[in-house]
């Protein structure tokens, strides 16, 4: 966790009103955190809840990425596990879940629902508001209606009291992201000022990317045996760790955003009806298009595997990267 968090003050304040009243023994507001990749929203959230556990010891506390723990049941589980340390039984159900986080939790606590875009069951938002004293923070890649599914009746009761957007970084941002990991991670004179902004540069706000580009041209340089990062080895550097990090996103992806990957490895530039015809050959419990649409095929776009181009009314999409770019088909 870096500290301090740069260039982020008024998301930090935002966060930490929404947390305010648990200072007081309350529970806090609901809020939601969006924006692209790698602009710092999980750090954010989590640099947050730190500030406040500074300040009131042992705030019971939960991190879920709802990428990996979509289910109702999943998120419950790891609630239990992490916010009161509850050890229950793989296959406790939903409601026993939910009565031990109830015994357990006394006072407020808070819940980091991280890829909250990801949830396939958002019932378990209510199932969080039933429990007294929890709140959540929400983080996502777009402006998503979380509570859409939801019964009126339910979402009247929960509100989302901050909404907190965040901007790609600045070139200077990144430049003292970066600044302050040389130091941390590489000594004080492992790199020149110039070198971390033209890395900054190449990484287009993104933080991950950067950061990423950094480590790829340390460990280049000290490959060649070098105790400074030359300027010659940026954009190699870069390059490739744009391919580690789409690398290590596509060892998360679900088995539907998995399912849409490899139909497009196989052919590129489908447009929207063909890939969800080839999609649904591909994927025993397909989706509806609808929710493929909204859900997956953005996150992919988000997560930079995949480009949409506009052809005459349709969408045509296409993998990003040597794999599967138009320009560089696959050989095989
Ligand atoms: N403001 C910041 N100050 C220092 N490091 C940051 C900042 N924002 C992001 N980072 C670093 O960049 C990387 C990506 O940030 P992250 O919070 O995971 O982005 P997001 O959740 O928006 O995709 C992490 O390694 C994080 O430590
Ligand atoms: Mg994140």
Redesign the pocket.
């Known amino acids: 966790?870096?500290d301090?968090?740069?260039?982020?003050n008024r998301h930090m304040n935002e966060v930490t009103d929404a947390l305010a009243p648990i200072q007081d023994g309350f529970r806090a507001e609901n809020c939601f955190?969006f924006?692209?990749?790698?602009?710092?929203?999980?750090?954010?959230?989590?640099a947050a809840v730190r500030e406040l556990r500074r300040e009131v010891l042992d705030v019971p506390y939960a991190y879920v990425n709802c990428w990996k723990y979509y289910t109702r049941n999943a998120v419950l589980d790891q609630i239990s596990h992490e916010l009161v340390g509850a050890a229950m039984p793989r296959s406790a159900s939903t409601s026993r879940l939910i009565d031990r986080i109830k015994a357990d939790l006394h006072g407020p606590g808070v819940v980091i629902l991280?890829e909250v875009d990801q949830l396939r069951e958002t019932k378990v938002l209510y199932d969080l508001h039933d429990i007294p004293g929890l709140s959540w923070i929400g983080?996502a890649n777009r402006e998503v209606d979380l509570l859409a599914d939801l019964d009126d009746r339910i979402t009247s009761r929960i509100s989302v009291a901050y909404r907190v957007r965040?901007d790609t970084?600045g070139e200077d941002?990144i430049t003292?992201?970066l600044s302050?990991?040389a130091r941390e991670g590489l000594g004080p004179n492992a790199v020149d000022e110039d070198v971390l902004r033209r890395i900054a540069r190449l990484s287009e706000g993104?933080?991950?990317q950067?950061?990423a580009g950094l480590r790829v041209a340390a460990r280049m340089a000290s490959r060649e045996g070098l105790a400074a990062i030359p300027g010659r080895l940026v954009e190699d550097a870069v390059a490739d760790a744009e391919r580690e990090v789409r690398q290590k996103t596509i060892s998360k992806l679900n088995t539907h955003q998995r399912a849409l990957y490899e139909v497009l490895a196989e052919e590129d530039g489908l447009i929207q009806k063909e890939l969800y015809a080839r999609y649904q050959e591909a994927h025993d419990d397909p989706v509806t298009l609808r929710y493929l649409r909204e859900n997956h095929l953005p996150k992919l776009e988000h997560y930079n595997l995949i480009d949409i181009e506009q052809d005459r009314g349709s969408k045509r999409y296409h993998l990003v990267g040597p794999e599967g770019s138009q320009t560089n088909p696959s050989p095989c």
Not at 4 to 8: E, S
Not at 35 to 46: D, F, W
Request: glycine residues 8%; charged residues 30%; proline residues 9%.
């Open positions: 966790m870096p301090p968090i740069v260039d982020r955190l924006g692209p990749s790698g602009v710092g929203k999980t750090t954010v959230a989590k991280d983080i965040f970084y941002a003292e992201i302050r990991r993104d933080a991950r950067a950061i």
